[in-house]
């Protein structure tokens, strides 16, 4: 019955951890999560009321596939950019879908760095391509474009590109990812560059590709205002690319929730979009500072400059170890999730709360001193 093009597709390791996590509580353990893929904090009020008035005044209905005018205008002028380069979706996910198959040829071949998102490999499946990985475990977690430059051909329809990164925290800086557009832009290659984080960083401010003919920059309010569950996401990209995406969103996703456009625009225009997001990065900072100040005295890490991610190599089988840390009470997410040579790693979310996360680092520093207790 199942078609082909999903037979390969298997259920998301994240999604079983989340399940194994979920029968331990339902046995009554008490375990802490760090495989958590959003904020923990709560939409902000300044959305949430504005959403609200915006159903009672009747933003409940289909709006145009592109999104509404004011939405649309208040991305373009956030990033420099005219408001005929940018389309709403349902959320990032939905934009990542449209370009992928807008753009993913079939037999072609697609370029991923290691590790990244789970997604675009289920992306690139889908769309019947091969994918080829780069590694980047001895770049800092972004890859070089030399390296990169060796892998590229004429087969290449697509890269994936995703800064700052999920699963590492990593931000790839501005010459290195110009670079990598300009030899994408040579084999004729589109570079879908995954922004979704680029409001969530702690020192190196991350680039954007926006403005680059071979670029579709994909985006959303999913993370950067907690908003995960109203699915708002957008892409930028000159017109021509645009309208071969728009070619699947208005079969796909169609239009972005009404209400929930018309708050995020408000809530834009009004100014306050950069203090909503302020007050939150500088929760995250003291979490990561704190994670990564205990954990890589542990464990091999590079410090995460974005996201609210940490990747670090736990010198054994990470399925094994996330298995073993449950029974320390501590959910972390294994590395195979991730794409390839990260069967040692794990990825930590620090979306938690400071106490969880206290509670946290003092279970993994027992199984860790147990673990050198019995020589490893
Ligand atoms: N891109 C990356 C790198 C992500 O980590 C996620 C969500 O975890 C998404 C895209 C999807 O975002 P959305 O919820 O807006 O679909």
Known sequence: MEAGRVREISTSMIRRMFEIVEKAKREGRDIVSLTIGEPDFSTPKEVIERACRAMREGFTHYTSNLGIEELRSAIAEEYGVSKDEVMVTAGGSEALLNASLAFIEEGSKVVIPSPSF????????????????IRTHETGFVPNPEIFAEIMDRNVSVVFLNYPNNPTGAVIDRGSAEEIVKI????????????????????????????????????????????????????????TLLNSMLKIHQVNGVCAPAFAQKAVAEVMLSGEFKRLVSSMV????????????????LYWTVKPEGAFYMFMDVRENCIKFAET?????????????????????????????MENLRKAVERIKGYYDSKEAQGR
């Open 325 to 353: 840390l449950i029974s320390y009470g501590v959910a972390v997410t294994p590395g195979t999730a991730f794409g390839s040579w990260n069967e040692n790693f794990v990825r930590i979310s620090y979306a938690n709360s």
């Open 118 to 133: 789970l997604s675009y490999f289920t992306y690139a499946k889908i769309c019947g391509a091969r994918v080829s990985e």
């Open 184 to 239: 994408a832009a040579d084999y004729g290659a589109v570079v879908i560059s995954d922004e979704i984080y680029d409001k969530i960083y702690y020192d190196k401010k991350p680039v954007s590709l926006v403005n680059h003919e071979n670029v579709v920059a994909v985006n959303g309010f999913s993370k950067s205002l907690a908003m995960t569950g109203w699915r708002i996401g957008f892409v930028i990209a000159e017109e």
């Open 282 to 297: 500088s929760e995250f900072r003291k979490r990561r500072d704190f994670v990564y100040g205990e954990l890589s005295k």
